[in-house]
């Protein structure tokens, strides 16, 4: 399914200037694996400091996942910690919904965040905005 939204895409994408932004479509354990990695590299060749991150954590999210965040971002997280890079992530919780926003730096709240069950992870990295929906399959 990627590969035809991929292609569509690039069809569209013919004109001198794009009418849409470019995008990388990343899906499985080693594509989030992957992302994660272009993040890296991004955050390193620009020397950022600081990143964004918005998350859902919602208890509907969380009893449903089998998986966290760091089953997916150990090294990422570990690598950020190295080069002093914060995440300031504001973080959705709630039981069904997204009833209350909070802000957090702490790497271990992060790390421990679900992913499964349709959570979602938004990363904004300068202009690039790295958009994560995990469900059975992440993407």
């Not at 569509?8 to 990343?26: A, G, H, W």
């Not at 208890?59 to 890079?85: P, T």
């Amino acid at each position: 399914m990627l590969p035809l939204i991929e292609n569509q895409l690039n069809k569209i994408d013919t004109e001198r200037v794009s009418p849409i932004p470019k995008m990388r479509f990343f899906e499985g354990k080693s594509g989030i694996e992957n992302l994660f990695q272009d993040m890296l590299a991004t955050i390193k060749e620009r020397q950022y400091v600081l990143i964004k991150c918005f998350a859902s954590n919602t208890l509907e999210s969380q009893s449903h996942a089998a998986q966290q965040l760091d089953d997916y971002a150990a090294s990422f997280l570990e690598e950020l910690q190295k080069l002093h890079v914060h995440i300031e992530t504001y973080l959705g919780n709630g039981i069904l919904t997204l009833e209350q926003m909070t802000k957090t730096y702490d790497l271990d709240s992060i790390a421990t965040l679900p992913a499964g069950n349709a959570s979602l992870n938004l990363f904004v990295v300068g202009s690039t905005i790295y958009l994560i929906i995990f469900k059975q399959v992440p993407f």
